[in-house]
């Protein structure tokens, strides 16, 4: 294996949240439990704009990731590559309850969760037309617009019901 191979190899398995991706149970859930809780904890810990700087380089950096397992893997939309799920729960995050009690919190990082995979599973209105976008693009572009469908969904029930949510935080 040369060191091209190697490389490819290597993004290929941060494509999959290695060894999440190859889970045999959900692992598409999986990744997206786990960018609800690196997501929350980052928007906890950094100023919104940071975050959003962050996100934008991770979905950036999550595309070539894609690329790289297709070269290796050479398949359409590989259900092994779980990075887009991440990335779209990253948006979701942005629309969760800025509050200092707990029950509100979890109540928000469960919309948030319950949504996304609601639009990334069902993939109505035009997310299934993203999926067929070629290559990573393809991959990315799905999960995106799901996480922003999920994302517009939350702010309107959360600002609905009088609640401070993140991204509100960029107007302060």
């Avoid at 040369?2 to 959900?26: D, H």
């Avoid at 398949?75 to 009690?101: F, T």
Wanted: proline share 3%; net charge positive; charged share 15%.
């Amino acid at each position: 294996m040369n060191n091209n191979q190697k490389i490819l190899l290597y993004f290929s398995k941060i494509a999959e949240l290695y060894p999440v991706g190859r889970s045999k149970y959900a692992p598409g859930t999986i990744a997206s439990l786990i960018g609800i809780v690196v997501g929350y904890f980052l928007i906890l810990n950094m100023d919104i704009k940071f975050y959003l700087v962050f996100l934008f380089l991770f979905i950036i950096i999550s595309y070539f990731l894609c690329e790289a397992h297709l070269k290796l893997n050479n398949k359409k939309d590989p259900k092994e590559v779980v990075v887009d799920e991440v990335s779209g729960q990253l948006i979701v995050i942005l629309a969760c309850v800025q509050s200092e009690k707990f029950t509100y919190i979890f109540l928000s990082l469960l919309l948030s969760f319950i949504l996304f995979r609601f639009f990334d599973i069902t993939k109505i209105g035009p997310i299934k037309k993203f999926e067929n976008l070629p290559n990573g693009i393809g991959i990315m572009a799905d999960d995106i617009v799901a996480g922003l469908f999920a994302f517009v969904t939350q702010a309107a029930i959360l600002t609905s019901l009088n609640q401070n949510i993140f991204i509100k935080t960029l107007w302060n």
